[in-house]
């Protein structure tokens, strides 16, 4: 999965990072969710991160979720 599979249902995909990260400000996420760098610096701002374990959760999360939607088409097809 990548960052613009998740900007194609942001509200979806911002209700799971919110569940993880219950610091994340809603009102600024018109304008991060465009750019992943500036959602990674405003994760590290809130969460008390760096920007490295920032991006590292990010990249997680996208990890995470791509695994979520294999095995759910997986047992789809089957």
Known sequence: MYWSDLTQN?????????????????????????????????????????LNEAREAVDGFLYIETLARDEHRERAEA
């Open 10 to 50: 942001w509200s979806l995909w911002f209700s799971k990072f919110k569940a993880q990260f219950p610091n994340l400000d809603e009102a600024s996420m018109p304008f991060l969710k465009l750019d992943r760098s500036r959602f990674e610096a405003h994760l590290a701002e809130t969460h008390d991160m760096t």
